[in-house]
């Protein structure tokens, strides 16, 4: 190996090492380690639990939707996860929504219609700021994969309060979350366990809230894994059995030629 190939394969390793070491070092003082948990739609594959997207929609309806839009999702969307056309209609029947103009060039209010976005707690940004201590609350289609950790980083944060009672101090109006950057979070704690009575009968839990919301926001943010992964196995299945046919046909051939 020539000397200035040595330089350049040990520069890009120092590199690498140095941004590797930057990102721990930035992760370990920004926030707690996310402990790893095991969800159904990992892995090539994994699916997602309707059961537990569902349970995750209720808590979403019935805690996270006071404060937190969901703004890229439709109602008609639900019957992915196992919803009827009237079950949906239901849904949506709760919520108002600006329409128009009518033909008298005015705006109007009407109920939502499966076709249309979940609606917002808010009437716009300002709103939300000004009812929430000047924090705006994020939205939550993409907080899946808009923060690292995914489905992980929701649950640690949802599981990570700490009581009054912690030694960490941060400004009033903030609650402590080891796994929030910072530290410092403008939402006071959203689960306690109580808050939800699943229709299905499952015991609600602050542990079981939090996994199911995790796994209703994976959903939401990507509607599409389970047949994108279904897909995938497809077109893997068919690459494998046309790899051993061609690799049958050059045997074949070569055999013939010899």
Known sequence: MTPARTWIIGTVLTVIVAITNIGIANGASDSAHLTAQRWSFDGIFGRFDRTAVQRGLQVYLEVCANCHSLEYVAYRNLTEIGYNENQIKAIAGQYEVEDGPNNDGEMFTRTAQPSDYFVSPYANAMEAAAMNNGALPPDLSLIYKARAGGADYIY???????????????????????????????????????????????????????????????????????????????????????????????????????
């Open 156 to 258: 640690g944060l949802l599981t990570g309060y700490e009581g009054e009672e912690t030694e960490h101090s941060v400004a009033e109006g903030l609650y402590y979350n080891p796994y929030f950057p910072g530290g410092a979070i403008a939402m006071p704690k959203p689960l306690y366990g109580d808050d939800v009575e699943y229709a299905d009968g499952t015991t609600a839990s602050m542990e079981q809230e939090a996994r199911d919301v995790a796994t209703f926001l994976s959903w939401a943010a990507e509607p599409k894994l389970d047949a994108r992964k279904k897909l995938g196995l497809k077109v893997l299945l068919f690459l494998i059995v046309l790899s051993a046919l061609l690799f049958a046909s050059k045997r074949k051939v070569w055999r013939d030629i010899h």
